[in-house]
T-cell receptor, first 112, second 113 residues
Framework: ELKVEQNPLFLSMQEGKNYTIYCNYS?????LYWYRQDPGKSLESLFV?????AVKQEGRLMASLDTKARLSTLHITAAVHDLSATYFC????????????FGKGTHLIIQP | GAVVSQHPSWVICKSGTSVKIECRSL??????MFWYRQFPKQSLMLMAT?????????EQGVEKDKFLINHASLTLSTLTVTSAHPEDSSFYIC?????????FGPGTRLLVL
């Protein structure tokens, strides 16, 4: 059974600071997804990482994937309040055409 | 970008009734769609994979006779919650894959009284 673990599950930080969210998964997979969810809303796609060593950046967010370590990171640079949300990583166990297994999510609060 | 819609966005029903939720891909064809459920302050759990023209595949622990899935066309999948009970109250979200990532619909919030 595929397990996806995120940490931390809750993070409160100040604007301007940097931080990293970690996502570990238990079985081999060549693609990993990051999503953002705002309260009461559905999921917004942030990144899909398709290969070992993949790195993608969008604004203040940067995601990376190490398939050998089964680890992905989501790094936040110089956080701003608008990034407050819940962030989920997810893995497709059999490839891109499968349903996703999600981590528990990281609830991020960025305080002015 | 790819758009997935759901209808209704929220529904309140009495215990014992059935509720149908629609998931549509608006600008692409989807032979496969997925249905997830999210309880408050929890993560998303995959319920089933909806396959156009064939039977849905259900995850372990999901009752196929309670959660009926029909994928009659390349742009529409429906989830029917039969004989709904209060414990079925949840946020139901569908997704589809137009290219390489899954795009999620806006979700349907179900409250069973």
């Amino acid at each position: 059974e595929l397990k996806v673990e995120q940490n931390p599950l809750f993070l409160s930080m100040q604007e301007g600071k940097n931080y990293t969210i970690y996502c570990n998964y238990s079985t081999t997979s060549d693609r990993l997804y990051w999503y953002r969810q705002d309260p009461g809303k559905s999921l917004e796609s942030l990144f899909v990482l398709l290969s070992n060593g993949a790195v993608k950046q969008e604004g203040r967010l940067m995601a990376s994937l190490d398939t050998k370590a089964r680890l992905s990171t989501l790094h936040i640079t110089a956080a701003v309040h608008d990034l407050s949300a819940t962030y989920f990583c997810a893995v497709a166990p059999g490839g891109g055409a499968d349903g996703l297994t999600f981590g528990k999510g990281t609830h991020l609060i960025i305080q002015p | 970008g790819a758009v997935v819609s759901q209808h209704p966005s929220w529904v309140i029903c009495k215990s014992g009734t059935s509720v149908k939720i629609e998931c549509r891909s608006l600008d692409f064809q989807a032979t496969t769609m997925f249905w997830y459920r999210q309880f408050p302050k929890q993560s998303l759990m995959l319920m089933a994979t909806s396959n156009e023209g064939s039977k849905a595949t259900y995850e372990q622990g999901v009752e196929k006779d309670k959660f009926l899935i029909n994928h009659a066309s390349l742009t529409l999948s429906t989830l029917t919650v039969t004989s709904a009970h209060p414990e079925d109250s949840s946020f139901y979200i569908c997704s589809a894959i137009p290219v390489e990532t899954q795009y999620f619909g806006p979700g349907t919030r179900l409250l069973v009284l």
